[in-house]
């Protein structure tokens, strides 16, 4: 019996990890906030369509057919990236208006989140592992 689960090539998750941490550390060095428009459009384009445009790039680069790498589970990264969202679109949205200090704080939040993830522990991950914990525990009281 095969089980066919929904999986991400590390690499590609890397990639994507990266180019959120270049274009928060871009926006900051240069002032530019629309460097977060480059992960955050690619991210919503990854969660409404299914098609990452950075991911499709760096997928043209992979050495090896995409099953020979580790997988990163499907669903997860979609919750990650909804967090990423979530923070690249508030910090834009921050520096737009003005409001640079929340702007730094959650740009800050996913990039060090992104780095942390590059490096090997995924917040997101433990998030979502908690949540889901803490939904059971709710469930079968």
């Not at 689960?5 to 690499?11: C, N, T, V, Y």
């Not at 926006?27 to 530019?32: E, N």
């Not at 919750?79 to 740009?107: E, H, M, P, R």
Request: with cysteine; charged share 10%; proline share 4%.
């Amino acid at each position: 019996m095969t089980s066919n689960i929904r999986s991400i090539p590390r690499p590609l998750v890397k990639t994507n990890q990266w180019s959120i941490v270049l274009s928060v550390v871009l926006t900051w060095v240069t002032g530019q906030e629309s460097f977060l428009l480059i992960p955050l459009v690619a991210g919503l384009l990854g969660l409404l369509f299914g098609f990452n445009p950075i991911m499709q790039i760096a997928k043209l680069f992979l050495r090896k057919e995409p099953s020979a790498y580790i997988p990163e589970d499907w669903d997860q990264q979609q919750f990650n990236q909804k967090i990423a969202i979530s923070c690249l679109a508030i910090g834009f949205i921050s520096f737009i208006l003005g409001w640079d200090t929340l702007g730094y704080v959650f740009t800050a939040l996913v990039a060090i989140a992104a780095f942390v993830a590059i490096l090997g522990f995924c917040v997101g991950c433990f998030i979502h592992y908690q949540w889901n914990q803490y939904k059971y525990r709710r469930a079968h009281q």
